[in-house]
């Protein structure tokens, strides 16, 4: 089964306006994590931002949010004034229990433009 | 700077030789390092967990005799594919955690591209 599910394969958005990348899970843990990972043309993995199950804000990060509707199991990721360089991949991942070695499971990914 | 660094960055080697990749932490000992495949257009999937001073742990449907991982230090863990053929063409990525904690200790390297001809 599908353990990170990202349904949108592509979005086009206008710069400078704010965009919502999409990301829902599921696993039976009650300790995890999720991230988002940017991914450009060049292949790198950039982290972007990180949400602990436990943790009770959501996370921020700069231009990045992290919508986390735990009772959903939805996890997106809100970037806010989009530039054109934020034109890329980008994977939501989750790591099941919060110890332990990073393994992650990361989605399909969503190709973002943005536009000028 | 970079935590993580692979090499080569990319290799294009001729079908049934076998191409070494190496993962490198720069500054701290990683006892545990990950192994990616992302082929074109799609995700990263795991393919092995490289430990340090054992054998490593394979996924589900990786071959343990087609891609040999050894993880020989605290800083450096290498993949061969070995007799490589075109299908075994991708992205190859890896992963290093510095310990236990949240997302800033989990670091990536820059990936290596492989293309068989």
């Known amino acids: 089964a599908q353990k990170i599910t990202q349904t949108q394969p592509g979005m086009f958005v206008q710069e400078k306006e704010a965009v919502t990348l999409d990301c829902t899970y599921d696993?039976?843990?009650?300790?995890?994590?999720l991230f988002w990972y940017k991914q450009p043309s060049s292949g790198e993995m950039i982290f972007l931002i990180y949400q602990g199950s436990y943790d009770e804000q959501n996370a921020t990060e700069g231009r990045y949010s992290l919508n986390f509707q735990k009772a959903r199991k939805s996890a997106n990721l809100v970037i806010s004034a989009s530039q054109l360089g934020d034109s890329a991949m980008y994977f939501c991942?989750?790591?099941?229990?919060?110890?332990?070695?990073?393994?992650?499971?990361f989605g399909q990914g969503t190709r973002l433009t943005i536009n000028p | 700077g970079a935590v993580v660094s692979q090499h080569p960055s990319w290799v294009i080697c001729k079908s049934g030789t076998s191409v070494k990749i190496e993962c490198r932490s720069l500054?701290?000992?990683?006892?545990?390092m990950f192994w990616y495949r992302q082929f074109p257009k799609q995700s990263l999937m795991l393919m092995a967990t490289?430990?340090?001073?054992?054998?490593?742990?394979?996924e589900q449907g990786v071959e343990k005799d087609k891609f040999l991982i050894n993880h020989a230090s605290l800083t450096l863990s290498t993949l061969t594919v070995t007799s490589a053929h075109p299908e075994d063409s991708s992205f190859y990525i890896c992963?290093?955690?510095?310990?236990?904690?949240?997302?800033?200790?989990?670091?990536f390297g820059e990936g290596s591209r492989l293309t068989v001809l």
């Open positions: 696993t039976s843990d009650q300790s995890y994590g």
């Open positions: 992963s290093a955690t510095k310990g236990t904690g949240r997302a800033g200790e989990l670091f």
């Open positions: 991942a989750m790591r099941e229990g919060i110890q332990g070695a990073q393994k992650l499971v």
């Open positions: 500054d701290f000992q990683a006892t545990t």
């Open positions: 490289s430990n340090e001073g054992s054998k490593a742990t394979y």
